[in-house]
């Protein structure tokens, strides 16, 4: 492999169940994903991404502020976004935002850019969803400006124009990490080639193999733009309990209640047990114990060619001490199992 395989976890603060059976309340949630995070340090996880939320079941809608708190906590985990949705908001105030985070950690953010598969945030912050493509667009090609830490030149329709404006804090790096998640678009794999910036893909259903060709066409792309090679990550769901049994068992009625709530809202139809069992045995949810998820990832590795592999460990109301208990098995378990399955 040309770099270092790197290990996250991602978490969109998902509103867990207490020991009680009752939800946990919002600020304990984003206590204990702080604990979560400084535990992922510990156990040599590389990167934590905190999503952006803006609706009852999640519990973060400020991952700056979470993640900030996460850097006060940790020694050398990357921390970031999963995913910052851009479209909503202000590209100046994400990269100011971001900037004075890696400042704050010593150089350890990184940014993940994305439309996001949820559109709460559209109304709530007084945007049309009918100009969905066009706000991501306009405003991903002033972030690429920004990120050059340069006098910024921009004009566009979604808000005002930049004259050779200077934009702080600059970063000690001299440019913020930042990655383009993708959800299977050939267009978005493409843009992210076009700005130069490493691929992000979400894969959550289906036979990972299955993004082979867009792992092809970034790297066509970058080739016939004249780029460097960029690294490519996937994000994926899963779980890790002591064993097989014991994992699935533990993850699939919190992942049934989680489904089914979004499925209402898309209307998809009640997921099985059927459905759930060839996900963790074909699809891309990797649930198990540490050597079936280290065996899974690495054949996702080695068949995708990736650099990062993160791990959505949040599902729904499962709760926080299971969490815990999963990431531990990650950092100590998995990680290595996966190092050692492709020295």
Do not use: C
């Amino acid at each position: 492999m040309a770099r270092e395989l790197e290990f996250g976890l991602d978490t969109f603060g998902d509103v867990t169940r207490g020991e009680d059976g009752r939800p946990v309340s919002y600020p304990q949630v984003i206590r204990n994903v702080i604990a979560e995070a400084v535990l992922a340090d510990e156990v040599g996880v590389d990167f934590i991404g905190v999503g952006e939320h803006h609706r009852d079941d999640f519990s973060i809608s400020a991952p700056e502020i979470v993640l900030a708190a996460i850097a006060g906590q940790t020694k050398r985990i990357r921390i970031g976004s999963a995913v910052t949705v851009l479209s909503s908001d202000d590209p100046v105030r994400v990269y100011q935002r971001f900037a004075t985070l890696d400042a704050a950690s010593n150089g350890r953010a990184e940014v993940i850019l994305g439309r996001g598969s949820f559109t709460e945030s559209f109304p709530l912050f007084g945007y049309e969803l009918s100009d969905y493509e066009r706000l991501f667009e306009e405003k991903l090609d002033l972030f690429s400006e920004l990120i050059k830490e340069g006098p910024v030149t921009w004009s566009g329709s979604t808000r005002p124009g930049l004259e050779q404006h200077e934009v702080y804090p600059k970063t000690d790096g001299g440019r913020l990490k930042t990655w383009i998640g993708v959800g299977g678009s050939p267009e978005s794999v493409v843009r992210a080639a076009r700005y130069g910036m490493p691929l992000m893909l979400a894969i959550i259903g289906g036979d990972p193999a299955r993004f082979a060709p867009y792992v092809d066409l970034y790297h066509r792309a970058l080739t016939q733009l004249g780029r460097p090679t960029l690294p490519i990550g996937v994000h994926s769901p899963g779980y890790i309990a002591d064993s097989d049994e014991q994992a699935r068992e533990e993850l699939w009625p919190d992942n049934r209640i989680m489904r089914d709530r979004i499925g209402r809202e898309r209307g998809w139809g009640p997921t099985t047990r059927d459905e759930f069992d060839q996900e963790a045995d074909a699809g891309s949810l990797y649930v198990g114990s540490p050597e079936t998820v280290a065996k899974k990832i690495a054949t996702t590795v080695q068949t995708l060619g990736i650099d990062r592999f993160d791990m959505k460990y949040s599902a729904g109301p499962l709760p926080h001490e299971k969490l815990m208990h999963s990431i531990e098995l990650y950092g100590t378990k998995v990680i290595p199992m996966v190092r050692e399955i492709l020295a």
